[in-house]
């Protein structure tokens, strides 16, 4: 890592074409990225200021916690270094929504409702939405209304205006929890901004006719190091509207993230014990958690390469991967810590033969992901 750093030290960001700089941000991370460009950085935007607004669905606030808690850059470090301003944040913001006899009162210092109209109103913002949307009942998103307007109404005014739409964590991108399976998933009819579960066409910017491109950053939460990447990839133009087909891939996520060939599985730490056929069955143990539910093998994340926490942990250590970065959850990994005996994990094998397939044959296919890994391929 010291020496990629001391090359890519060397070399003008700006003038990298985007393979290249994408290339360079995922391997370094959110922090070393920062802090290695930051000179560069201030001065291509020296004059620029990106406004990002920052709406709240139905969620549990769980993906602003996990930015929050970002460390080195902090987020306010971030912000601050990519020339941000966060105009509005409903978590974060002082603003209240103050209404006097059904009407809004103060002005946009004051009120947080007139402030989202004047933000929406002036444009040239990027949209940032956590959360799910509800449609229901019958289409009128009355089971979120804030400031006596559905939640969806808000999106889609927002959206307009926007010179850019991510969706951050599952239930944005796909309507998460809220949408999962139940008796009355079908009356509040949650969506995510561009798939509702798996299918496009039931995206709420497809039902409500809204031809804006969408950038999915799942996750529950997402790492911090993908929104922050991604948001500093566009405020620097490194990537455009234009580039999104070439860089998402068909849930609009970005590959650099969650790669298409790449598995949290491959990169796991228990993933010796699973090569040697070694599983636990209860928590405590050292070995793979193949037995217990984990579905990191189809879980298309580079959790395990960057880490959590300071880039010092990741999911697995603690427990079974519950694939939150796949288009769907939770209904695609339910039953969460149930092994998915219906499913090969290595090469069409199912669990109850891993053991008896060589520990050589299971090398190889982990050094291919990681050389490809390595070339960017």
């Known amino acids: 890592m010291k020496n990629l750093v001391k090359i890519l030290d060397s070399v ?4 990298m074409d985007r393979r290249t700089f994408m290339k360079g941000v995922g391997l370094l991370g959110a922090s070393t990225f920062l802090s290695t460009y930051s000179t560069q950085i201030v001065s291509a935007l020296e004059f620029a200021e990106t406004k990002i607004i920052w709406l709240h669905g139905a969620e549990s606030t769980g993906c602003s916690e996990s930015l929050l808690n970002a460390s080195n850059p902090d987020v306010a470090q971030a912000l601050n270094k990519l ?17 006097v006899d059904g009407k809004l009162a103060n002005t946009a210092d004051l009120n947080s409702e007139i402030l989202l109209e004047d933000l929406i109103k002036q444009g040239n913002y990027i949209l940032v939405v956590e959360g799910s949307i509800p449609m229901g009942p019958a289409g009128s998103g009355r089971y979120l209304v804030i400031g006596e307007k559905p939640f969806k109404d808000t999106v889609a005014e927002a959206a307009k205006n926007a010179t850019a739409v991510v969706a951050v964590g599952a239930c944005a991108c796909w309507g998460g929890i809220t949408n999962a399976n139940s008796d009355i998933v079908n009356d509040t009819d ?26 999915n950053i799942p996750g529950c939460p997402p ?42 599985h491959d990169n796991c730490p228990r993933r010796g014990y699973y090569d040697k056929g070694l599983f636990d069955e209860g ?38 991967c519950i694939a939150c970065v796949e288009p769907g959850f939770p209904d695609s ?30 090398a190889v296919a982990a050094g291919v992901h990681a050389v490809r890994r390595m070339k960017g391929e």
């Open 333 to 362: 990994s339910r039953p969460l810590y149930v092994e998915a005996e219906d499913k090969g994990v290595l090469l069409g094998a199912d669990v109850g033969t891993i053991a008896k397939v060589t520990v050589g044959v299971a």
């Open 223 to 264: 790492h911090p190091d993908w929104i922050l990447l991604t948001l500093g990839a566009l405020i620097l133009g490194k990537v455009t509207l234009n580039d999104l087909p070439s860089i998402l891939d068909e849930y609009k996520r970005p590959m650099l993230f969650f790669p298409p060939d790449h598995v949290v």
């Open 12 to 15: 003008d960001i700006l003038k």
């Open 190 to 215: 949650y969506r995510g901004i561009a798939f509702a579960k798996t299918d496009p066409k039931k995206g709420l910017f497809t039902e409500l006719g809204i031809d804006k491109p969408v950038i």
């Open 283 to 320: 928590a405590g143990g050292p070995n793979c958690l193949w037995k217990m539910g984990c579905k990191a093998p189809y879980a298309h994340g580079d959790c395990a390469m960057r880490k959590w926490n300071g880039s010092v942990s990741v999911c697995t250590q603690a427990g079974p």
């Open 83 to 99: 020339n941000v301003n966060l105009a509005y944040h409903e978590t974060l913001l002082a603003q209240q929504g103050i209404w």
